[in-house]
C-alpha cells in the first residue's frame, strides 16, 4: 500500500482525485459492485474502470477490459479510506447517490 | 451527437469518462441497462446524458419467474434483434468497448 491518503485531502472531490489510479469498489444501487483501477471520473460522477470485475452478491460474475459507468448509478470507495469527511461541516459526506463509503481490500 | 469536448483530438487519451465512449463509436460495444437487459451492438452515436444510437443490436432480457406452487425460480432469456435503436440515456448502467462485446 501507498499509505494513507494525504491529509491534504480536504474536499470530496480532491479524494475523488487522490485516489485515481488505485484500485477501487464502486458499490451500485441496486447492489452491484465494480471492482477496478479508477481511470477517471467526471462531475457527474461518471466513472471509467480499467480491468473491471462485476460481483453480484458477492460472486464474479463478469470482468470486462475497460468500463464506462453511469453517474446516477453509482457510488465510489476505496482501499482503506474508511471516510470522507466535509470540512465545514465536519461530517461524513454523501456524494448524491451514495450508500456508503467503505472500504475495498486493496489486491 | 458526440459533441462532448469536440476541441479534444481522438487521441487515444481518456481523460474523462466519456472519452471512453467517445473511443467507442463505430465500434461494437456492450450495454447494460436496468431492468435486467443488455445490448450489444455497434455505437453510433452518443451524447452525455449517454442517450446512444445503436445498430445490429442484439438485445438480451433475463426474467426470472417464480413457480407459484413451488417457488421455485426459473431463468428466462429472450433475445431480440433490432437494425437501429436509441436508447434514452437513463436506463444505461453500464457501457464496455469492444473486448468481449
Redesign the interface.
Known amino acids: 500500500m501507498e499509505g494513507k491518503p494525504q491529509s491534504s485531502s480536504r474536499t470530496p472531490s480532491d479524494f475523488l482525485n487522490s485516489v485515481i489510479g488505485r484500485q477501487v469498489l464502486v458499490k ?1 444501487n ?1 447492489g ?1 459492485d ?1 471492482k477496478g483501477v479508477l ?4 462531475g457527474y460522477m ?3 474502470l480499467e480491468n ?1 470485475e462485476e460481483y453480484v452478491d458477492g460472486k464474479l460474475k463478469n ?8 453517474g ?2 453509482g457510488m465510489i470507495s476505496r482501499n482503506g479510506v474508511l471516510s470522507c469527511r466535509d470540512p465545514v461541516t465536519d461530517t461524513t459526506f454523501a456524494l448524491s447517490t451514495v450508500l456508503y463509503i467503505s472500504a475495498a481490500k486493496s489486491t | 451527437m458526440a459533441d462532448i469536448n469536440p476541441t479534444i483530438p481522438d487521441t487515444g487519451a ?8 467517445r473511443l467507442s463509436l463505430d465500434e461494437r460495444i ?1 450495454v447494460k441497462l436496468r431492468g435486467d437487459r443488455e445490448l450489444r451492438g455497434r455505437l453510433h452515436a452518443f451524447d452525455g446524458h ?1 442517450n446512444l444510437v445503436l445498430g445490429e443490436v442484439e438485445e438480451t432480457i433475463t426474467i426470472v419467474d417464480v413457480n407459484e406452487d413451488t417457488n421455485e425460480e426459473v431463468i428466462r432469456i429472450v433475445k431480440r434483434n433490432s437494425d437501429m435503436l436509441f436508447v434514452r ?2 436506463g ?6 469492444p ?2 462485446a
Do not use: K, M, Q, W
Not at chain 1, 39 to 42: E, H, K, R, T, V
Not at chain 2, 14 to 21: H, S, T
Open positions: 451500485l441496486s452491484i465494480y481511470a477517471c471520473l467526471d461518471n466513472i471509467a473491471t470482468s470486462y477490459g475497460d468500463t464506462f459507468i453511469r446516477n448509478n | 481518456v481523460e474523462e469518462p466519456i472519452d471512453l465512449v456492450y449517454l440515456g437513463d444505461v448502467i453500464l457501457l464496455s468497448p473486448s468481449r
